[in-house]
């Protein structure tokens, strides 16, 4: 255990909304931040206590970055494993590299859940034409081809929907390492955020329910309609991940949901993920706050929900309707502080809050 | 109308932990801050895009923050004239400086109020001897004697309990013009905070009861316990203040609710404010967001409470158990970034939220 005590500085690497929010939540503990960005104009900035313009990859700078901080994190899993190494020599990271490199790799994360008794959707790794062969007899088409590495919201991601299409999607990957996942027959996705703290205390957020548009997360339902045992068996698959990496910080798990109820792991964020913005207004502690209490060795807050929420995300120039989304009832805007509001990128989010149990069917 | 959009930037006179969570509150709408304060470790520039160090007598100071900013606005009541007019001259400031000037005299402030109808607690100005006699008449003892200007959380204030008493009070306060306010017999104290946007849009939050310990307000209960009737009467009185001054932003009205259940009037602030601070946790949108809205021109936010809340204020050391306060089943912890936890200082607060109705009696 090392506790960061109010007045201590959380280095998080990564400017944009989730840094941003994480840095909110750290100042409502009395904590500082520092964040890390190439961007000069990261949102993040304008929260902060202070902050690094550099690339990834600048040795010097990372190591500035780190003397000035009591423990780093970060808001994204595509951090360099460069950075991750050369911070992790001078302060924790959390959470750990480990996980973060296992969970980066979208073949190392699914075969580490499988080896543990988790469901996940069918997957193969294609790195070579034979390995594309097996992938084919495997897990077969219709199926999605994904790069291993990087790649969100739908990018490095093609559709194979016959057999001899692979080969060609593959190419056009540019034969970079990927993994072929099967269609899967589901009614709907959902995740759960959950955290675990330096002590192994583990809590969970409600399950909910997320439905995309264009592979972009549209609107998150908390919580998600369901019976008790899907919201037990999500708990557990959620808490025995974050036990299985001995992952200290929130963990966003995404599953589908089939037509005989199962829960199918489809992938593994290593951080606060949009699918939790929800609560910021529906809880006493957010996602947010808890992941920086986690890396910060507080104890984890009560996950519990006060409100029913519905989170949409404002895309683009959906933002320029702040001023309709500000009148409404029960209703939070949060507003991410960018410039350029181009097409799909994500400048915001409105969360409409209902009593308990009172959520419309949307 | 003049109206900051996103990415603009509001400035905040006053570092303290009102200016901090106002813009905290800001930046949530997407909303920069520039935070204007003469200490140089102000807990609001952990939180802030950008501040200036300066006392608020540095007119060149002054006239490069306005320039950076959209609009102004201020934390505290005690904002000198002179720094009001100079911004006023350059940008919107908002509340004006004439509700400001009116409610930071005391005398001024009751009169105004009395003026308009209003029940105050009695009183009287005292600023010669002939009117220290006159107030001995109409006031009597016992009573307090406040300075006119300046004072806050008890200081500036001698309680005379008896007429012989009074002459010495007021030399011990410098002869500086006073008021003498007469004891009333009251059960409680309640407030209500509410806000009105330029348009004259007015929202109050939920009627709040006070409970205070020398002097410092220790814990707030929302909502109070009070027939409808009163309620109404409370938002009615702050509705009319709101008016009266066509003010814009969040004004908090502190009123003395005696053993027949009427509402007298003790003091107003024209700022957000200690009984607001359970708005954070209780309500889809804050005191300090609204006051954010209202400046910047933005429409009011729905007021309503999702959940009934005891907000308690951590007090010196008090903060230093954040620890257990962080375990609280539904309890939110804020701590507010300052240095030193000397007696008394105002360090943070914690709120527990309950269900709506549920809120056990204190």
Known sequence: MSVVPPGGTVGILGGGQLGRMLAMAAARLGLKCAIYAPEPDAPAFQVCDSHVVAPYGDHDALVRFARGVDVVTYEFENVPGDAATV???????????????????RFQEKSFARERGIVTTPFALIDSDASLQAALKSVGTPSVLKTARLGYDGKGQKIVRADQQLAAAWNELRRVPCILEGFVDFTREL??????GQDGQVACF???????????????????KAPQRVKAEAAKIATQLLGAFDYVGVMAVEMFETKDGRLLVNEIAPRVHNSGHWTIDGCAVSQFEQHVRAVAGWPLGDPSRHSDAVMTNLLGP?????????????TAVH?????????GRKMGHVTRLFPLGLRPDA
Not at 87 to 105: E, F, M, N, T, W
Not at 318 to 330: H, P
Request: hydrophobic share 40%.
């Open 335 to 343: 507003l991410y502080g960018k410039g350029e509001a181009r097409p």
């Open 87 to 105: 911070l992790s020599g001078l302060k924790s990271v959390r959470p750990s590299p480990v996980a973060l490199s296992v969970i980066q790799d």
């Open 191 to 196: 995740s759960v955020v959950a955290a675990r």
């Open 318 to 330: 959906e933002a320029n309707a702040w001023r309709e989304y500000a009148s409404g009832t029960s």
């Open 206 to 224: 409600d399950l909910v329910e997320n439905r995309h548009e264009n592979h972009i997360l549209r609107t998150t339902l908390a919580p998600a």
